[in-house]
């Protein structure tokens, strides 16, 4: 099988904030990527002594995959934010808000569907092949009686 990376196609880039765990559960700024695969949080550039770093390293880049995402819950509107939670497959809920011109809950919602559609596509033609294959390997293949499985 040939598997080609999407993940490095940005089909979405800009500022959002994510309500941190602890226990202030402040706002902090994360350069988000949105690619067919999922959400990429990249800490904001930090200013370092010595020669600029062009990116952060990837360790400390988090994606957040479709494969793990269950849905995106639309919390509120409030001012000049849209305030949005991400509900992930294990129960784990991060809240982020963002510009509401920018449509960023939606954006992600939308790939999430499409992600989704994907996988769905992808499954039922797995079971195709496979049915295809096992036809294919015993054309005309019947059962034997059961005087041979002693």
């Not at 269950?70 to 294990?90: I, L, N, P």
Request: net charge positive.
């Amino acid at each position: 099988a040939v598997y080609t990376t999407t993940a490095t196609v940005a089909l979405k880039e800009g500022v959002l904030e994510k309500r941190s765990d602890g226990l202030l559960q402040l706002w902090k700024k994360k350069r988000c990527i949105l690619t067919e695969e999922g959400l990429l949080l990249v800490p904001p550039k930090q200013p370092q002594p010595g020669p600029p770093a062009a990116e952060p390293p990837a360790a400390k880049i988090k994606e957040l995959h479709f494969s793990h995402m269950k849905t995106v819950d639309c919390v509120e509107r409030k001012g000049k934010y849209v305030y949005f939670t991400v509900v992930m497959a294990e129960g784990k809920e991060i809240d982020f808000r963002g510009p509401q011109e920018q449509g960023w809950n939606a954006e992600i919602t939308l790939q999430l569907v499409q992600y989704k559609n994907r996988q769905a596509i992808l499954a039922v033609k797995s079971t195709r092949q496979k049915q295809q294959h096992l036809v294919q390997q015993h054309p005309g293949h019947r059962l034997r009686s059961a005087s041979n499985s002693a």
